[in-house]
């Protein structure tokens, strides 16, 4: 069980925010694993970003992020209203 009370297989609750890093990645025509080398950060966590499986993304990373793929934080995180 995590510090929430909630076991790991629970899943998140549903967020109108989504995250554009797959056709970011595809516009630019790079994958994970340049992300992962350039940003410093794991294929992994990069994987659970770009397919809505985080709660929260640090200022660090998100700025690590826009500058390895030239993009603005709106580029890369849309709120969707109809969700």
Sequence with gaps: MSR???TK???L???RIRCALGSLLE???MTLTQ???RVGVSVTNLSLLKNNHVRAIRYSTLEAICDAL???PGDLLRFHRNL
Excluded: F, M, Y
Aim: hydrophobic share 10%; with cysteine.
């Design 4 to 6: 929430d009370g909630k």
């Design 9 to 11: 297989s629970e899943p």
């Design 13 to 15: 609750a549903p967020t």
């Design 27 to 29: 516009e630019r025509g």
């Design 35 to 37: 992300l992962s080398e």
């Design 70 to 72: 030239d993009c603005q």
